[in-house]
């Protein structure tokens, strides 16, 4: 199969057309404050109870108990341990013991390898 060359007319021209700005990604969140301290996680024994907020608490969210932010907040938890972070939703109050920062859903748990531990230091950053 042969190939043939085309070329461009010489009179054609691209019109030259306003263009406007493109986001290619949405803004990453801001944060507004970062905290350290030991988180916890529940779960299978309050599998269809009610959180704080009036939710029904699911197998596998990534939502977390928390003593004083407010319902609704999003919450980036990093475990110190491996690296790994999260994101979580605010929908309970907890944790009530042991100095614990924020007690995690058994999803965000598992997302930041901590089951098996049960406890583990984290960085908490509160999201805008």
Known sequence: MALRQIEASPSFQMEALPIAPVTLMASAPEVINVSQGTASWYGPGFFGNRTANGEVFRPGTLTAAHRTL???????????????????RINDRGPFSGGRVIDLAHGAAQELGLVSSGLAPVRLEVLR
Do not use: A, I, K, W
């Open 70 to 88: 407010p319902f609704g907040t999003r919450v980036r938890v990093t475990n110190l341990h491996n690296g790994r972070s999260t994101v979580v």
